[in-house]
Every structure is written in structure tokens, then in C-alpha cells.
């Protein structure tokens, strides 16, 4: 099974309402230029799983565009600010056909989620970070390996190079 975390791209600054912050222009751009290295990955989820809050759901969409997905973006109150794995493992458990999924969602839960299920000491995810964790089996913690970690200074060159 694979597991794909993708950290919300760079949002407006907090000024009261967190859950309605959007990505900044210069975030939903790293975002579009990302999508020439996603698609060189050849990244098919069979879910998309998103944060419900908008900035989450804004990078879940730039993400299915950005690599043709026709899979549209699942909201999932689970994955909110403070989610840890247990709440990903349910929110993927609604998809038990799914062997290829996204999770778009905040810091520092999806870097903790990796940790956990990696064995992973520290995992560093910028917003608009892309990890990927592979597992033989049924993901559990400890059992995943990191195949790959994009970091969002990777994405001016992929366009640039």
C-alpha cells in the first residue's frame, strides 16, 4: 500500500478565522508549478483525502488538476488541525478499496503521522511538501518506509530545468 502526504500550500497569515484562510497567490503558483514533477512521479491516488478547511481543499484540488486526476477530492472533518494517525487510518477505513491515498492536511500532523508509521526520528514538511510511504502490507506503525520526499524549493526548478 502507498501512502501520500501533502502539506496545504502557503496560506493567508491567521487573523482570527483559521478554518477560512486561503492559499496566497505565490502558494496556489508553487502548487501549479509542482504538478510537472507529480505527474513525472506518475502519482495516482484512488483517493484524495483533505482537511475541510480551505486552504486544504484548495491544495486538494490544485493537486487533482495539476496531475489529471478524475478523482475528486474527499473532505473529512478527521483530518482537521490536531489529527493524529488514528484519525487518518479512520478516514481512509471509509475507502477499504483504496490502496493508493492522499492525504492533504497540516503540520504537525501528517509529519507525525509519517514518524510514527516510519519509525522516522523528524520528518520536515513545508507546506506544499509532498511525502510518499510505502508498506508491504496493511499500514501500521513502524512498517511504512519513506520512498520519497518533495520539498517545495524542488518545484521552481522542475519548471526552471
Avoid at 496556489?28 to 475541510?52: D, F, G, K, M, Y
Avoid at 488541525?81 to 491515498?101: E, I, T, Y
Wanted: glycine share 10%; proline share 7%; net charge negative.
Amino acid at each position: 500500500m502507498i501512502l501520500y502526504f501533502l502539506r496545504h500550500g502557503k496560506a493567508e497569515p491567521h487573523h482570527g478565522d483559521d478554518a477560512g484562510r486561503h492559499l496566497t497567490d505565490a502558494g496556489a503558483e508553487a502548487l501549479r508549478r509542482a504538478a510537472v514533477l507529480w505527474r513525472r512521479l506518475n502519482l495516482r491516488p484512488q483517493v484524495i483525502l483533505t482537511s475541510p478547511l480551505v486552504r486544504a481543499r484548495e491544495t486538494a484540488e490544485l493537486f487533482r488538476e495539476g496531475i489529471g486526476s478524475r478523482h475528486e477530492p474527499v473532505a473529512d472533518a478527521r483530518l482537521e488541525p490536531g489529527a493524529s494517525w488514528a484519525d487518518l487510518a479512520q478516514a481512509m477505513a471509509a475507502h477499504p478499496d483504496a490502496r493508493r491515498v492522499l492525504f492533504v492536511g497540516h503540520q504537525p500532523d501528517l509529519g507525525s503521522a509519517v514518524e510514527l508509521l516510519t519509525g522516522a526520528t523528524s520528518v520536515r514538511l513545508r507546506p506544499g511538501s509532498l511525502a510518499c510511504v510505502e508498506f508491504p502490507g496493511v499500514p501500521e506503525p513502524g512498517t511504512g518506509e519513506i520512498a520519497w520526499l518533495l520539498d517545495p524549493d524542488l518545484y521552481a526548478s522542475a519548471v526552471d530545468g
